[in-house]
């Protein structure tokens, strides 16, 4: 009995072990991704060269970001040829869609840069979009949603039927409002629509200054909705229907960049959040090691980009379809 009970012991001890040495393991596998990735990241920006054009990606939720900034100022100081910047973004903060924007204007006061839709350029994607002179989108491509958002949650009749009651004393009555702790005032609700009001006629403005627009034009495409690239086309949202191969043709015809330079990535470096491919390879390694609960939660990309929304502040240039989040 004894000598069983020494096995049972023996094999406890084994398997705890096992189990370290897997996570550690595991860890120190992804702490190696993770480097090599940070490493690929920063050092690919260093490959544009002269005689190559430099091709730019902007995807996702546009916030502001002074790394991607500083990563495209020193894409003006490099010997690109020209840029090609793609776009597949639903958009994002007013304040970092402008930042962006003005930092593709001083790029391409340096550069000759054309823009590429790949899927999506709304909303705050479209400012990023209008900072080049000539815009390509697949027919497919969705383009517009030129408005402005301004969203919070009222939970006021929640917490009357939990009886909760948040006291609040502030210096005047639009202090922090609104809060959503309480019914918002029509003071408060005149004040968010001014706000809103003046970012849109902002956001109208630089549409018709950049796309050459009337006023029945803009009228027409500044609803808030969205346009398929053929639509677009004909709205004078964009110039051309087309893809990369476009994009270089129109370099080398109207800006005398010459014929068959390579385009290489350039990489705005970003944040460890937005690296879809050490989640994957993150994933792949924790199955690998038998720890495929953990895997399974990693490859839940969606809650991440929820939280990403969420954790958006101020006003949004920000394609938002129902059903979406």
């Known amino acids: 009995m004894s000598l069983d009970s020494d096995v049972i012991v023996d094999r406890r001890r084994i398997r705890r072990k096992l189990t370290f040495w897997r996570v550690a393991a595991a860890v120190v596998a992804i702490a190696a991704v993770v480097g ?44 690109a040829a020209a840029v090609i910047v793609h776009i597949n973004s639903p958009g994002g903060t007013t304040a970092g869609s402008e930042q962006l924007y003005d930092a593709l204007t001083r790029l391409k006061a340096k550069k000759p840069l054309v823009v ?4 999506l350029a709304a909303s705050g994607g479209y400012i990023t979009a209008i900072a080049a002179d000539h ?8 383009v517009g949603s030129i408005g402005v958002l301004f969203q919070f949650p009222n939970v006021s009749e929640l917490l009357k039927t939990v009886g909760v009651k948040v006291e609040e004393i502030k210096s005047s009555p ?36 950049r796309r050459g627009m009337d006023d029945a034009l803009l009228e027409k ?29 129109w370099l080398v015809q109207e800006k005398k960049i010459k014929s068959g330079l390579p385009v290489r990535d350039y990489k705005l470096n970003p944040r460890f959040g937005d690296l879809t491919f050490l989640r994957t390879a993150a994933s792949v390694t924790l199955d690998a090691f038998g720890l495929s609960g953990i895997a399974r939660r990693i490859e839940q990309a969606g809650l991440v980009q929820a939280v990403d929304r969420l954790g958006m502040d101020g006003m949004l240039a920000l394609w938002q379809p129902t059903g979406s989040n």
């Open 135 to 142: 815009i390509i989108a697949q027919q497919s491509s969705l």
């Open 174 to 209: 639009l202090k922090a409002a609104p809060n959503g702790f309480e019914p918002t005032s029509p003071e408060a609700r005149a004040a968010i629509d001014a706000l809103v009001r003046d970012s849109y006629a902002w956001f109208r403005g630089l549409v018709k200054e």
């Open 36 to 79: 090599v990735g940070v490493i690929a990241a920063g050092g690919r920006s260093s490959l544009t060269t002269a005689g190559s054009i430099a091709r730019v990606n902007i995807e996702g939720l546009i916030r502001s970001d002074h790394d991607r900034v500083e990563a495209l100022e020193r894409l003006e100081k490099s010997q």
């Open 221 to 249: 495409v500044a609803d808030g909705r969205v346009f398929t690239g053929r639509q677009a086309v004909e709205l004078k949202l964009v110039d051309q229907l087309g893809d990369e191969k476009a994009a270089v043709a």
């Open 116 to 119: 590429v839709v790949e899927g």
